[in-house]
């Protein structure tokens, strides 16, 4: 497997006059090509930072971080504008409002495909077909204020794809859509990854985003604590985690895992041969 994404012991300090905040200690993250990933952790986690790292609009204060085998630590400034333009397209966290609202939809695709020296047939037909795939042929002449919350997002998408880039990048892309445009984003996604052959990573708090990706990257105090691979049908799927475990041997325990088995304060383990087993502390007392 070819990985397209390939950061490791990513730092970033964001300093604010005299004060620093430590957004991404140490973050390790490998996507391979094609594979739809999300991200989840908890609020000021540096899920955002990580995005802007990888979107090349921020640059890490240490470690490295390439993409389609392009260090984008050291980006020349021309270098940095053919990566936007070509590698990597980015929904941002309430994308809806980065739509240019007297333009159309239509338009609005067009916008970045300017500049880039495609002809403009070439120009039209992409947009067409970007809308297509979203099954928006019909909302090409309205303006974003036209189109439902779904429909708007979906065309932050197309905007994001419109120079076919190797890799997506979405910031929290279901996060104001009700439960069907949430579900029917992600259906949309999917297919555009089977169509385009696309890697997209996105950020989330949605459950329903964590049941219909390939895998789950857990970011927690800035770097990768869990991941989640889903085996099975997304609706019974049995996650096989990989956890990390720090140097004093912590590791913390997958919420789904606790909840399951009702694991809560003091807790058994025993080993068995090469492994451990991690139980209720009154599961089968056994001798001392
Ligand atoms: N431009 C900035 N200047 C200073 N601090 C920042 C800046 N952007 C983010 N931070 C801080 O860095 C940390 C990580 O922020 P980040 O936006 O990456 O988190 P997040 O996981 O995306 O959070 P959320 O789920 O709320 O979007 C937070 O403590 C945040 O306050
Ligand atoms: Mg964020």
């Known amino acids: ?51 802007n790292i990888l979107a090349a609009l921020e640059t890490p204060s240490a470690g490295q971080a390439r993409v389609a085998g392009i260090d984008i630590v050291a980006l020349s400034a021309r270098a940095r504008l053919e990566y936007h333009r070509r590698v990597v397209g980015y929904v941002w966290q309430n994308a809806r409002a980065s739509l240019v609202a007297e333009l159309t939809a239509a338009e609005n695709i067009q916008l970045p495909l300017l500049g880039t020296g495609l002809a403009r047939g070439e120009r039209l037909s992409r947009t067409d077909s970007l809308l297509a795939m979203l099954k928006m042929g019909d909302r090409a002449d309205l303006r974003p204020a036209s189109l439902s919350a779904g429909e708007q997002q979906r065309l932050a998408v197309a905007v994001a794809l419109a120079n076919l880039p190797r890799l997506l990048l979405a910031d929290e892309p279901t996060a104001e859509l009700d439960r069907a445009a949430a579900g029917r984003l992600l259906q949309d996604l999917a297919r555009l990854r089977e169509e385009l052959g696309i890697t997209v990573l996105l950020v989330t708090h949605d459950p329903l985003v964590e049941r219909n990706v390939d895998r789950v990257v857990r970011i927690r105090d800035g770097r990768t604590s869990t991941e989640t691979r889903w085996s099975g049908s997304a609706d019974e799927a049995v996650a096989n985690e990989l956890v990390i475990m720090d140097r004093a041997g912590r590791i913390q325990i997958p919420g789904v895992h606790l909840e399951a088995l009702r694991l809560k304060d003091r807790v058994r383990i025993r080993r068995q041969g090469d492994r451990l087993v991690i139980s209720r502390h009154d599961d089968e007392e056994e001798p001392e």
């Not at 990513?10 to 300093?15: D, E, F, R, T």
């Not at 957004?23 to 391979?32: M, N, S, T």
């Not at 090509?33 to 990580?50: D, F, H, I, P, Q």
């Open 1 to 51: 497997m070819t990985e397209i994404v390939e950061c490791t012991g990513l730092y970033h300090i964001y300093k604010t006059g005299t004060l620093e905040v430590v957004a991404l200690q140490g973050l390790d993250l490998k996507v391979a090509e094609a594979e739809m990933v999300a991200v989840v952790g908890r609020s000021g986690s540096g899920k955002t930072t990580l995005m």
